[in-house]
């Protein structure tokens, strides 16, 4: 029995380091939104701390004029409507643009433009997006953030004629920051709060092409 009791006694004891060691504590894996928050400008950062704000002002300002157009889009105007994986494959989208929200007082409250082309592809260990024609075309990469069901935007408005757009952070007139969403199968969204134009919401639905380009 004195055995067992002393047996027992060292099991609940734990030994002490060896002098000049220091005991190692297990730190937690860093934070993915680490990597894009290195990158945002503290502009941006605002703007995506102000996401849900956004939604609501814009929303407010465009049921007052379309409050049927806004019902109609369904799921894509919802704000809480991310679903899981939301990572886009590479490829050839459909996109179309709906802005919403007064910037100004002469600024529509709600508008839909015309579907155009957007591409995804993988760039190292992101993707990136980039609208492909129109004389305003975001280009931009995605990064993982610790809201599994989002990726962050962060990039630039490439102008005119221009075969490549300005790099982000380099003018701060042109630069974007959103959130990429999954909304439905083969649907997504990205969704850029308080952008540098005459809206307070800017919401780019992206669907596949159905004939990929090989």
Same mark, same amino acid.
């Given at each position: 029995?004195?055995?067992?009791?002393?047996?027992?006694?060292?099991?609940?004891?734990?030994?002490?380091?060896?002098?000049?060691?220091?005991?190692?504590?297990?730190?937690?894996?860093?934070?993915?939104?680490?990597?894009?928050?290195?990158?945002?400008?503290?502009?941006?950062?605002?703007?995506?701390?102000?996401?849900?704000?956004?939604?609501?002002?814009?929303?407010?300002?465009?049921?007052?004029?379309?409050?049927?157009?806004?019902?109609?889009?369904?799921?894509?105007?919802?704000?809480?409507?991310?679903?899981?994986?939301?990572?886009?494959?590479?490829?050839?989208?459909?996109?179309?643009?709906?802005?919403?929200?007064?910037?100004?007082?002469?600024?529509?409250?709600?508008?839909?433009?015309?579907?155009?082309?957007?591409?995804?592809?993988?760039?190292?260990?992101? %993707?990136?997006?980039?609208?492909?024609?129109?004389?305003?075309?975001?280009?931009?990469?995605?990064?993982?953030?610790?809201?599994?069901?989002?990726?962050?935007? %962060?990039?630039?408005?490439?102008?005119?004629?221009?075969?490549?757009?300005?790099?982000?952070?380099?003018?701060?007139?042109?630069?974007?920051?959103?959130?990429?969403?999954?909304?439905?199968?083969?649907?997504?969204? %990205?969704?850029?709060?308080?952008?540098?134009?005459?809206?307070?919401?800017?919401?780019?639905? %992206?669907?596949?092409?159905?004939?990929?380009?090989?």
């Amino acid at each position: 029995m004195l055995a067992l009791a002393l047996l027992g006694a060292g099991c609940s004891t734990k030994p002490k380091p060896p002098p000049g060691l220091t005991p190692r504590v297990e730190v937690g894996a860093p934070l993915k939104s680490e990597g894009w928050r290195q990158v945002a400008t503290a502009a941006d950062e605002d703007r995506l701390a102000r996401l849900q704000a956004a939604w609501d002002s814009a929303l407010a300002d465009a049921r007052k004029t379309s409050g049927r157009e806004i019902r109609r889009e369904g799921v894509l105007l919802r704000p809480q409507a991310s679903l899981a994986r939301p990572a886009p494959s590479p490829g050839s989208y459909n996109c179309r643009l709906i802005k919403m929200g007064k910037a100004s007082a002469k600024s529509p409250a709600y508008e839909s433009f015309k579907p155009f082309f957007c591409y995804v592809e993988v760039e190292g260990e992101l %993707l990136t997006i980039v609208k492909q024609t129109g004389s305003q075309r975001p280009a931009g990469r995605l990064w993982e953030d610790d809201d599994p069901e989002r990726l962050i935007f %962060l990039g630039s408005l490439a102008l005119g004629d221009e075969q490549v757009p300005v790099a982000y952070g380099d003018d701060p007139k042109r630069d974007m920051a959103g959130v990429l969403e999954r909304i439905g199968p083969f649907r997504w969204r %990205l969704v850029i709060p308080w952008p540098q134009s005459t809206s307070k919401l800017d919401v780019f639905e %992206l669907t596949p092409v159905a004939k990929q380009p090989e």
